[in-house]
């Protein structure tokens, strides 16, 4: 008399193409994210608070964007979660068995390490940058979800064992991410709270114009870490900068204001506001003495670099 096959659950017949669709979102908006920093725009985000985060100094890691490496993990998942299904036939059963046996194990460890690293950035994101990021909030609950279906989307037989693995692997991820962003969390003298040193010097054309937009009441809105923010300020060198009406918005900066950059409703670094209007990104000295209304000496010895 034959034995009539066990029908397993639904969420483990469909855990797959459900894991492989949750990666496949992932890895769209993690790659939108991923252009838009390397191309230095602004992200479509209705908090405002995503070009923030993109601009703070967690946003890169080893001179690449973040959400590249976001990309690489969401597409390993999708490639893990859809490979033993392109070999299902008869023929091909002995791979199939294989393929699931170890992609099932890559998929919890995938899925254990990206929870555990947005767990990280979840509280980056409200605790230090203090920043309402969409994205990044997405990204963490389609992380959640593909740890919680790699665990009841398939039949485990060692609990125990799977137990063991996670731990294994959350306890990699959280050393090296600690290890990762200790440069950040404790900055070296030129990154400290009074911000990056100026290196250049400013001409007369560079200490007028910075004169010119205090007259004016104009603001320059940045945080002391910010690359960008140090670029602009390199544009007007050591004495003009000390003309500027810089405002620090991160609280660990040197005489921070932060409620003044939440008033501005500034979403990115750096910021201008000149004549009631805000300008965003590095500006050249050109473009702040266009808006501002300047007509002083205009040659500027420091220059945008194109890139």
């Known amino acids: 008399m034959m034995r009539k096959k066990r029908s397993l659950p639904w969420i483990q017949r469909w855990s797959r193409p459900i894991m492989a669709g949750i990666a496949t979102i992932g890895a769209v908006g993690t790659a939108y994210l991923t252009i838009v920093k390397l191309t230095q725009g602004t992200a479509a985000c209705p908090t405002g608070g995503c070009d923030v985060v993109l601009s703070s100094p967690y946003a890169t890691v080893f001179g690449l964007p973040l959400t590249l490496f976001g990309f690489l993990g969401y597409f390993s998942m999708i490639v893990f979660a859809v490979a033993p299904l392109f070999f299902n036939t008869l023929e091909q059963k002995r791979l199939h068995t294989r393929l699931d046996h170890w992609t099932r194990l890559l998929l919890f460890m995938g899925g254990t ?13 409200f605790a230090v940058i203090k920043a309402a990021c969409l994205y990044c909030i997405v990204s963490a609950l389609l992380s959640t979800s593909l740890f919680i279906l790699s665990i009841i989307g398939f039949d485990w037989e060692e609990i125990g064992q799977l137990l063991f693995t996670g731990i294994i692997v959350a306890t990699v991820v959280l050393v090296g991410t600690l290890g990762m962003y200790a440069p950040i ?3 070296r003298a030129e990154t400290t709270p009074g911000g990056y040193n100026i290196t250049t010097i400013s001409s007369q054309a560079e200490i ?6 205090k007259q004016v009441e104009a603001k320059m809105y940045g945080a002391f870490w910010c690359p960008h923010c140090q670029e602009q300020k390199q544009l007007f060198g050591q004495e003009a900068v000390a003309q500027l009406n810089y405002i620090e918005c991160d609280p660990k900066g040197t005489n921070p204001r932060p409620d003044l950059c939440q008033a501005a409703k500034i979403q990115g670094f ?16 050109k473009q702040l003495a266009d808006v501002s209304g300047y007509q002083g000496d205009r040659n500027f010895k420091n220059v945008l670099t194109p890139k």
């Open 113 to 125: 390490a990206m929870m555990v690293f947005s767990g990280y950035l979840m509280y980056l994101l």
């Open 185 to 187: 969390n404790n900055p």
């Open 208 to 213: 007028s114009l910075a004169q010119h937009l």
């Open 270 to 285: 750096p910021s201008w506001e000149i004549k009631g209007k805000l300008y965003q990104g590095t500006q050249s000295l």
